[in-house]
């Protein structure tokens, strides 16, 4: 029995190197203290399309099986999907074995519990902690029976069958045409069948072919360049749309027709906008970029909330506040109606509504919703982990004028300007994100940041 690196569990999954850093073994391990934990009678167990995915599918199954603890296997599907399926079967507990976005040689373990509110996120602050220290430990005493294996087919179409429930296209919807990149992974597999459904939708597909090698580009739409083929493609072909999934297809990007990136800020504001119009409510967004979406949730009679970054944390904090809606900055998306996870083809429906209400192209719709100029996300390797503190008090001193908030980092706000910075959950990074009123402002004050923050101490 290798001994297992603590490292991989992050702050809200398991991520590691296959198979230096996570194995056939370490599965096993994993799957016998879920089921521990879980205390569950059936685990869901899916899986992405990773070369190592299969056997280290295999694995997670025997160890929760051993466990006396019984499986109910969905096989190949997306992470969005694999929410749908232990809600939509009403199993306690599930795993899937994916590692996102990451590069071919990682793959790793997203952890669920749910309940009749929904999905709840396992992080290391709400057991994934516990899960690490039974695997680490090893110590599994025999069970008095061996579980079995039940395989249930048909979960994506019942996931589509709710998305058009949920958001119905209209019949008579002007023809729309759609490029879409899911980078050969599982986006495909949601995307193919969601348009087959939608015949008003001419789709036209790049890289559909899943494939774990990943021979397109990195399925991770949030680094822009991934993105340049297809945004090249949409204006070739005269598009209306753009859509780019990332690797286990929890994220999701579009791109205007002007084969422009939307910052997913303004997702955020356009949806939670719909949301409003059938229901007021709470809407959540995290506290890198907050003007647009603010605005807009308030001038439609919504409640905003900022949230700290994290899918798991604004998963979890949208259920905790009974909201209706949370965008993330990252293209993370998520609905009460989905049982507060990831939902990205109910996002894309409600793109799709819009565009055919409004009969504008897509960039036109967005641009009253935009209330500031953003910055992206700059990252700062630290040299001294615990040169964080200080740099964040550092900070705090110089704008002590401004509005401070502390739920994750440092965020403090002007009437002008505003910025969030913030340790890396993930990579011994901070990250720097801001927004201004005007282009001039952000680069003003961009520098005068990056000149502290990359300061000695770092």
Known sequence: MQPINPFIFKAYDVRGVYPSELDEDMAYRVGQALARF???KEVLVGRDMRISSPSLNQSLIKGIN???????????????????????LGIKAGIQVSASHNPKEYNGFKVVLCDEKGIIKVGLESGLDQ???????GDFAPAQGIGSVREVAGIQEAEIDEVMRLAPLPEDMPRIKVVADPANAMGAQFLESYFARVPQVALSRMNFELDGNFPAHEPNPLIFETLDTLRERVVEEGAHLGVAPDGDGDRIFFIDERGEIVPASLTTALVAREVLREKKGKILYDVRYAWSARRVIEDAGGTPMMSKVGHAFISNALREAGGLFAGESSGHYFFRESGFAEAPLLVLAHVLRVMTREKKPLSQILAPLAHSVESGEINFKLANRGAVQEILASLEARFRDGEVTKIDGLTIEFP????????????????????????????EKRAELMDIISAPQV
Do not use: C, Q
């Open 38 to 40: 879980s205390g569950a």
């Open 66 to 88: 051993d466990a006396g603890v019984d499986v109910v296997d969905v096989g190949l599907v997306s992470t969005p999907t694999f929410y749908f399926a232990v809600r939509h």
């Open 131 to 137: 899960i690490r220290d039974l695997a680490i430990a």
């Open 416 to 443: 002008d300007w505003r910025f969030s910075l913030r340790a890396s959950n993930t990579e011994p990074l901070l990250r720097l994100n801001l927004e201004a009123k005007t282009g001039g402002i952000l680069e």
